[in-house]
């Protein structure tokens, strides 16, 4: 669900900074073959797993390991765009906007910064009610 959306989001865009457009094909196949084997291979595992381990289990242990890959990453990997980028939410014709813009240096600022951007929306009855329902 989420965490998969926020998984391939990121490797999408990390892929996308270490790549040329020459070499950007081959540098996503091993990535999208590596999600797709995970689709299909999966839920075979779970089920051994939760065969084995039992279903509590199995999701303690999928859980566990996503926080630790998540802190080896944030340990081992470094920022791959440096350069202040532009967003398409950001109008950059308003003063703010600039400097919002000049703030934001990194993928993780720009997130912050989208997500910040959902709590006037979601303080609206009729679009929160509909995100609900969507959810």
Do not use: H
Request: aromatic share 6%; net charge neutral.
């Amino acid at each position: 669900g989420l965490g998969v959306a926020g998984l391939s989001t990121a490797a999408t865009m990390t892929v996308t900074d270490i790549s040329t457009p020459l070499n950007r094909a081959s540098t996503f196949a091993p990535m999208m073959s590596g999600f797709s084997a995970g689709t299909a291979l999966g839920p075979a595992l779970g089920g051994v797993l939760v065969d084995q381990l039992g279903i509590n289990p199995t999701f303690y242990l999928v859980g566990v390991s996503y926080i630790l890959l998540a802190a080896i990453n944030k340990a081992l990997l470094d920022e791959t765009q440096a350069k202040p980028m532009e967003f398409p939410w950001q109008n950059l014709s308003s003063s703010t906007s600039i400097a919002t813009a000049k703030k934001e240096k990194s993928i993780k600022d720009a997130f912050q910064s989208a997500l910040g951007q959902w709590v006037p929306l979601l303080s609206e009855a009729p679009v929160r009610n509909v995100c609900i329902m969507q959810a």
